[in-house]
């Protein structure tokens, strides 16, 4: 075992105010949030991959605060108040991250979201329209604009796509690049002063005269005053009573498509698939209720029977009579539970978490991170 120089102990390995494990979204953010409260705090972050591994560069990049079918099931499930609460959070996310960053740094882009109502799923129009006029009554407070969303059936022949009944179209939706994203708040913190470690896993948390130690997989431990876990569906690991499971949510990308008729984000079935275009590309993700059990995993590889289903919505659906190659396929690990709200609390003494983001982690973690970092100031 090698030893540590004078130089490290007292720059990347000194004693920190703060130790956020997980450089994803909520971990940059949330550092983000402190070092503006407080610049003087000495933060640290811990990754124990090369890049986040989770879901924050392994997402689709939609900047989405949901669509029709999937906050009408939401209401249903969690009720009025939740849905809203869940629609604001990731609303007013949205905003910030358009706030902090130019578009061009996170190739942004206001191209408007639709959701696709097919003719097999024989939705009664009128039952459509109304929870139409009810999440629009609701929202509208929150997105300053009257209506949300609304039926545009005239662009289903535009877009090419086949058995499709209805198209909602919501305009305040766009979509962005994830690693740039990432990347981008990376610069932001290290600009700040946070310091990030990376290939760090933390092996066991100790505490001992109010001081936190965090035992590691490389050949020395950390010391820190408080303690913050951001590893989302991994969080379980480290607190195993918190209310989080892993969803793998796989994602597979076409070949250049000569012609392409669509752009913007797309939503089907509650959300359970989602695609978009990626310059001239089809970027499609989902069909995780085709196997639940299946899905429950941290395991990263694809699935074939997942992404042949991608494969026959893209085939039969989006681009019917179109031949396609696939280009790239990936997955990544959502952290989901009983209730979409994220889990932000104090856990222990002087140790705090934000996890469980329910696969909207772009649009959720800005405030996630502005709301601990008010909680870890009291």
Known sequence: MHQISIWE???????????????GFVGLWSAYYLKRQNPKLKIL?????????????????????????????????????KMLEIVEMRYKGL??????????????????????????????????RSNIDFLNRKIKKI???????????????????????????????????????????????????????????????GEANGIIELETNQHFNLLSDQLLICTNAFAKELLPELNVEPARGQVLVTSPISGLKFKGTFHYDEGFYYFRNLGNRILLGGARNKAFEQEHTY????????QTALEVFLREVIIPSTPFKIDHRWSGIMGLGNDKVPIVKKVADNIFCAVRMGGMGVALAPVVGENICALMKK
């Open 9 to 23: 102990k007292e720059s990347f390995f000194k004693h920190h105010d703060i130790t956020i494990i997980g450089s």
């Open 143 to 205: 997105i300053k604009k009257p209506k949300a969303f609304k039926i545009h059936d005239a662009v289903i022949k535009k877009f090419g796509f086949t058995n499709i009944q209805h198209i909602i179209e919501n305009k305040s939706e766009g979509q962005l690049h994830s690693g740039k994203l990432c990347q981008a708040l990376l610069r932001l913190v290290y600009a700040m002063g946070v310091t990030v470690l990376n290939n760090i896993e933390i092996k066991k948390i």
């Open 95 to 128: 905003e910030k991250i358009k706030k902090t960053f130019r578009d061009k740094e996170i190739d942004f882009e206001n191209l408007g979201g639709f959701e696709l109502i097919t003719k097999s799923e024989q939705l009664d129009t009128n039952i459509l």
């Open 299 to 306: 395991e990263l590889s694809t699935s074939e029977n997942i």
């Open 45 to 81: 972050i811990v990754e124990r991959g090369i890049i986040p591994t989770g879901a924050s560069t392994r997402n689709a990049g939609f900047a989405c605060f949901g669509s029709v079918t999937e906050l009408i099931a939401d209401t249903l499930k969690f009720g009025e108040e």
